[in-house]
């Protein structure tokens, strides 16, 4: 992979991680507003959007590193579960896990 191309999903990962700023902050203004009653069932369906854009996301950028440098995006019914082993291992001389183990397992919650 050449330089650039490591500088440009650099560039894309780096957007990504701020949109990620956004949406902590967002969901951290949640928490707080809700923290003393029960939300009700519209504010239920916008925290779970929140959480589906940080899934999604975070889906998104491990896409991009295992297109860009495994050169193998999983395909299939299982590709959510396959895409979230494949970046939590090393791909010798081409990147160290992309997640640790402890994050895996709390993405497979979502699986």
């Known amino acids: 992979m050449k330089k650039s191309q490591f500088l440009r999903l650099a560039d894309e990962i ?3 991680l ?3 700023l956004k949406l902590k902050i967002e ?3 949640s928490q707080a507003r809700l923290q003393n009653r029960r939300p009700d069932s519209f504010e239920l369906r916008a ?3 929140i959480l589906d854009d940080v899934y999604h996301g975070a889906e998104s950028i491990c896409k ?3 297109e860009e440098i495994d050169r193998h995006v999983p ?3 299982s590709s959510h579960r396959d895409l979230l082993d494949q970046i939590a291992k090393e ?3 081409k990147r160290p896990p ?3 183990l402890q994050t895996k397992q709390q993405l497979d919650e979502y699986q």
């Open 14 to 16: 780096e957007a990504a």
């Open 18 to 20: 701020n949109e990620y």
């Open 27 to 29: 969901a951290s203004s």
């Open 47 to 49: 925290l779970g959007t």
């Open 64 to 66: 991009r590193i295992a």
């Open 75 to 77: 395909q299939g019914a």
């Open 91 to 93: 791909v010798p001389t």
């Open 98 to 100: 992309v997640i640790q």
